[in-house]
């Protein structure tokens, strides 16, 4: 019987499938950059309006059909329009946007058609719940921040979003656990940054990376804590375990050398004063004291017979 192995089969199917391969992920990077470019145009869609305090003649006749049905005064109940200090009016006519107000005052717009979307431009605390997050060890955890931000386009925070509140909680959680991934909890290396030393240097980042996000909504990120960080209920009690462990050696290691040190200190003031003993001796003091300074015991005397 003669077997017959087909190579050159074989490889082309192995150079079609890679050519797919290689098909599918440049049609992905293409799919990728058309979404990346759909968002920059959204985002440009409002990047040449002025935002400001438009005249009295464009809030009062935004448009022919507006001034039409505002030629009867009873249609002119309601026109008056109060924007206090640090908020914005931004103001549709059927639908388009016709005027942005963000100087406090009594302003008289028509309100014919007339629909207005109120935001405050003050600082605005937000707190994200605890959400759970893998560290970079694979160790569940449980992270909380707060989030400061201040609207700065009101246009944006208007009309771009449903919601600026929950759509930078839910940005913030996102990148929340997109950073928390990428460091750990704690480390002993004290040149790879954790989670628990370096949390100015983490929020930092996190800062950058939902201003990213939160240009979609017109806001601008001020700051971005942790304000809860611990270990997942389920091994609480382990990492509890290993941090009393780690604790342990430590303050062993501690008294070990400080028991060190003195013996190394009075076998040496023995011997500047003249007291000669031979190297039996000196092993006995050195162990006395080694066993008095680091036992956990009370001391007791022995002598030998």
Known sequence: MTSV???PEIRNKKKNMTSNNNADISTKT?????????IEKALLKYENVEVGTTDCMSRACPDVLSCALSVF???WFG???????????VNLSWGKLSSVIHEPGIYCVNPCGLQTFKQSLKQVSLDLKKVKVIDKKGNPLLLSAI??????????ASLEVQNVR??????????????AANYPYETTNDDEPSLKTEA???????????????????ARIL?????????APEIAQSMLVRQQAEALIDARTMIVQGAVDIAYSAAKQLADRGVEMDNHEKSRMVSNIMCIICGDANVQPTLSV
């Not at 700051?223 to 270990?231: E, N, P, Q, R």
Request: aromatic share 6%; net charge negative; proline share 3%.
């Open 30 to 38: 293409m799919d990728r950059d058309e979404d990346d470019t759909n």
């Open 79 to 89: 026109g008056c329009q109060v924007v206090n200090e640090n908020e914005a009016a």
């Open 5 to 7: 192995v087909q190579v």
């Open 147 to 156: 989030v400061v931000y201040r609207i700065e386009d009101p246009i944006r």
């Open 200 to 218: 100015t240097h983490i929020a930092q980042i996190m800062v950058r990376r939902l201003q990213a996000k939160a240009r979609a909504c017109g």
């Open 166 to 179: 929950s759509f930078l909680c839910s940005m913030g959680e996102a990148v929340l656990k997109q950073i």
């Open 73 to 75: 005064l009873p249609a």
């Open 223 to 231: 700051d971005f804590a942790l304000t809860d960080l611990s270990y």
